[in-house]
């Protein structure tokens, strides 16, 4: 029996108007304040959250497969391959088969997608990571854990996790490594 059977419907209330109201209101503003700058980002300068990170992905490693691209930006197989999709039309990427194994196809770059990753407008998490690097790193660490414990409680760890939140100049370098969901 879990821990949550054990609770009697007086301290399920008592929570929720406790703790359980704010921890949601605070979920849904974040979710909320990533939507609204993802689609100002979308609308203002023609590209999405998950294609910028794909393109500082590109420039920072250089030429890479579109699995080891998937890998590196912690997204799914068919999410990227949409997304290529959609950077090789703008002109900012260009596929090339290896010359020794024509099977592997390579992602890179074009000059106007280098300019792109370049210009582009600091995202959401860049303004996120440096009021998170400011604090002191115990806090750091305390938030870090009670994120990692909401995805554990909500059992969403199997999810791919969104590029909106990985902050741009420190994308990893072996996202499954360090990367919690």
Known sequence: MTKQNNITPEQRTAFFETYGIRVLKSLRRIIRAVDIHSKKLSHEHKITAPQMICLYSLQKN??????????????????VNGIIDRLHAKGWIQRERDKVDRRKVFLELTESGTAQANEAPALLQDKLSEALQ???????????????????????????????????EQIPENPSSSSPA
């Open 62 to 79: 250089g030429p890479m497969t579109q699995s080891a691209l998937a890998q590196d930006v912690d997204l799914g197989m068919s999410t």
């Open 134 to 168: 400011a604090l002191p790193e115990l806090e750091q660490a305390a938030i870090a854990l009670s994120l990692e414990r909401i995805v554990e409680l909500m059992g969403v760890g199997h999810l791919e996790a969104s590029s909106n939140l990985i902050p741009t």
